[in-house]
């Protein structure tokens, strides 16, 4: 053999073994951290960005209050209700690729947003984004882990990506409102292209292929996948059907009973299969419970008072879009500055008192403004305040006690339930507020001008919105801490046991 055929041979056998070296350093993986940040501030933007926009989108679309909610809603319920079921896909096809083709999917459907005419249009578009973020959102973090061999490294990396991502819920509100002052509404939702660029080159060009040793060969539960999606999708929907056929109407008992039958036939799936979709044994522990119901909480207490906040500010007291921007900024400076405190916050007072502060205060946000708001802006800027503040403590504390309670070769499914925990608690809040006001709100919520009557069945909108949802939120901050104290009795009497063995 000569010795260029020699040296060929050697470096093709050789060659396999150079990608396979981790990142020593955050700098060396910015390519991949940079399109894993880009996939979570989608995710984060995505949420809030559109929010401000609803009055104007109410007006130029002519839709009504459920139409706007669904707006809204749409992605959450699609994302929430796909995002185990893809995210298992991904574990099976390769977790890299189900993000590329994610990603693909989110630049064409955000670029069909210039030729949206009606609410309709809007709500599929918004439904087909929802698609994309459950293929991307759930291997974003799991992909940062699984690129460094250093644990100090993969913590600085979500941090990394987590922090863009809350940067994006925190500014998009704010950003969304000095758009909408020179630029039309779709800008808001063409922002995902170049996001979406972004993202693929990095993930593509800075994460290694998928190799098949490293996929999972079990078979997907197609069925269970079906179940759970469907039971979602039909308990966001019947608040909406009660309002519009009314009571006496068979359509929203029928589509209750339906969401009741589906989700029951969905756990004796996944209780009874050798392969379930998803381990029901797992979400019964009092650990993860708990933490679902803090994140489950924090979910429907943000999303509903990010709706309804927007829509007093600019229908109700006839601020602008921009202006309504700035009076979001509270909420904005207390998420991007509040994460450093919240550290010190838990090591002072511990993981058990953090979690009873935060959770209060999101449930004191929603009372707040329910009660108060009618009374000026001061209250509402002290419910935002509340409620962002809560909101990042109970995020910490709700992911730390799902992984603490899970195996450590569960992590990736633990992460999936929180998510999918945020978004459908976010499509539940959106959902009564929305079906609230449209039941007690009589005539087109877009007009340009209320009457007296129309400007009283708002405000009594808001207080009954704000209240049923405090109801909602303290009920699962309850169940959250009783189990929580379950988990930390049952660690307390085994600790014994297991001293003897």
């Known amino acids: 053999m000569n010795p260029r055929r020699q040296r060929e041979v050697v470096q093709s056998l050789e060659a396999p073994t150079e990608p396979s070296r981790s990142p020593r350093t955050l700098r060396e993986a910015w390519p991949a951290l940079t399109g ?3 996939v979570f501030l989608f995710e984060m933007l995505d949420n809030s960005i559109l929010n401000v926009a609803l009055p104007t989108i109410g007006r130029e679309l002519s839709a009504s209050a459920t139409a706007l909610q669904w707006v809204t809603s749409a992605y959450a319920v699609v994302f929430g209700g796909l995002m185990l079921a893809l995210g298992a896909l991904a574990d099976r096809v390769g977790r890299r690729k189900m993000m590329l083709l994610g990603l693909v999917l989110l630049g064409v459907t955000s670029l ?90 990095g993930v593509r060009n800075g994460i290694p292929a998928d190799q098949a040793d490293d996929l999972h060969r079990a078979p997907i539960d197609a069925v269970g996948a079906l179940l759970g999606t469907a ?36 756990v004796v799936r996944q209780r009874s299969i050798r392969h379930p979709l998803l381990d029901v044994e797992l979400v019964t522990r ?84 329910g009660l108060l708001s009618r009374y000026g802006y001061p209250w509402v800027a002290v419910a935002l305040v509340l409620g962002a503040a809560g909101m990042r403590v109970v ?45 007690l709100f009589t005539g087109d919520i877009a007009a340009p001008d209320w009457s007296t009557r129309q400007t009283a069945e708002f405000r009594e909108a808001v207080t009954c919105a704000g209240l049923v949802l405090s109801v909602v939120a303290a009920a699962l901050v309850g169940w959250g801490i009783a189990r929580a104290r379950a988990g930390d009795n049952a660690a307390a009497s085994s600790a014994p046991d297991a001293g003897t063995e």
Not at 159 to 180: D, H, K, N, Q, R
Not at 325 to 340: C, N, S
Request: glycine fraction near 12%.
């Open 36 to 38: 894993l940040s880009a």
């Open 395 to 439: 995020g910490v504390v709700a992911g730390t006690n799902v992984m603490r309670g899970l195996p450590r070769n569960r992590t990736t499914t633990g992460a999936a339930l929180v998510d999918t925990a945020g978004e459908v608690t976010t499509g539940i809040g959106i959902a009564v507020s929305g079906t609230i006001l449209a039941a």
């Open 112 to 201: 069909t947003t210039a030729f949206v005419s009606t609410a309709g249009q809007l709500i599929a578009v918004r439904a087909a984004t929802g698609v994309a973020a459950a293929m991307t959102t759930p291997g974003s973090l799991a992909l940062a882990f699984r690129l460094f061999d250093d644990d100090g490294l993969r913590v600085r990396a979500t941090t990394l990506i987590s922090t863009v991502g809350l940067a994006g819920l925190a500014i998009g509100p704010t950003a969304g409102g000095f758009v909408l002052a020179f630029a039309p509404w779709q800008a808001l939702l063409l922002v995902n292209v170049p996001v979406a660029a972004l993202a693929f080159a």
């Open 231 to 266: 039971a979602i999708v039909l308990t966001l929907i019947a608040p909406t059907l009660f309002v519009e056929a009314g009571t006496e109407s068979y359509l929203p008992w029928l589509t209750t009973a339906a969401a009741t039958v589906l989700g029951v036939l969905f």
């Open 286 to 369: 009092p650990l993860v419970s708990s933490g679902l119901a803090f994140k489950g909480a924090a979910g429907v207490a943000t999303a509903g008072l990010g709706y309804l906040v927007t829509l007093q500010l600019q229908l109700d007291w006839g601020w602008t879009p921009a202006r309504a921007a700035i009076g979001m900024l509270p909420q904005v400076i207390v998420l991007i500055l509040g994460g450093a405190a919240i550290g010190p916050l838990v090591k002072r007072v511990g993981l058990d008192k953090a979690a009873w502060l935060s959770a209060g205060a999101v449930v004191c946000a929603l009372a707040v403004y």
